[in-house]
């Protein structure tokens, strides 16, 4: 079974710097996808970023970015020149097939002005 | 496009009674998939529809069940509430091509409070 772990319950960033979360996952399937979800005081899950396994280049979407890491089944998010809008939980998940998707238990971002 | 649109978006019942929770997918999405938020367990697949179809499930009991309609609205219901039903309660819709994920998209979530 797929498994997927956020190891920093908590980060906190001060405004305009750059913040780091990471994410391990497990799998023995090759054909997969990656997500990062962000999920503000007001409980909706918005989309961050997205990866898929067989594409080497890592994701950018403007100031986020993520490292993957395929063989060491990594895949962390860096958030370049934090906003205060960055305050949110941020859940890694993993998508295989079925319309499921597995969640990390997720890391909770402050960002302090 | 609209977005997922979930209605409602608070519901208080009591232990044993039952709730139909509804949500809307994004125009054009054909997969639904709902999700249990709770403080101790996380975010907990609990099935997916596509076009009228359970095609999987989680590990919930069979007091949670789905079903998903022609216009690919899909509703979800939980029979004879317990306590720790109390959760936030997510439908995502997605617009899945063949050998390939397409992202889920979530709605605002329906919280219910289970007395």
């Known amino acids: 079974a797929q498994t997927v772990t956020q190891s920093q319950p908590e980060m906190s960033v001060q405004e305009a710097e750059t913040v780091t979360l990471s994410c391990t996952y497990d799998t023995s399937e090759s054909n997969y996808y990656l997500f990062w979800y962000k999920q503000p005081p007001s409980r909706q899950m918005i989309l961050v970023i997205r990866q898929e396994a067989y594409k080497q280049q890592n994701a950018t979407e403007n100031r986020f970015s993520v490292n993957f890491q395929k063989a060491a089944k990594s895949f962390s998010l860096k958030i370049s020149d934090s906003q205060l809008g960055d305050t949110a939980m941020y859940f890694c998940?993993?998508?295989?097939?079925?319309?499921?998707?597995?969640f990390g238990q997720g890391t909770e971002l402050s960002v302090k002005p | 496009k609209a977005g997922v649109t979930q209605t409602p978006r608070y519901l208080i019942k009591t232990r044993g009674q039952q709730v139909t929770l509804s949500c809307s997918p994004i125009s054009g999405h054909r997969s639904v998939s709902w999700y249990q938020q709770t403080p101790g367990q996380g975010l907990q697949f609990l099935f997916e529809?596509?076009?009228?179809?359970?095609?999987n499930k989680g590990n919930f009991p069979g007091r949670f069940s789905g079903r998903q309609f022609s216009n690919s609205r899909s509703e979800m219901n939980v029979s004879t509430l317990e306590l720790g039903d109390s959760a936030l309660y997510l439908c995502a819709s997605s617009a899945p091509r063949l050998g390939a994920a397409e992202t889920q998209y979530f709605g605002p979530g329906t919280r219910l409070l289970v007395l």
């Open positions: 998940a993993f998508y295989n097939q079925g319309g499921k998707l597995i």
């Open positions: 529809y596509f076009s009228e179809t359970q095609r």
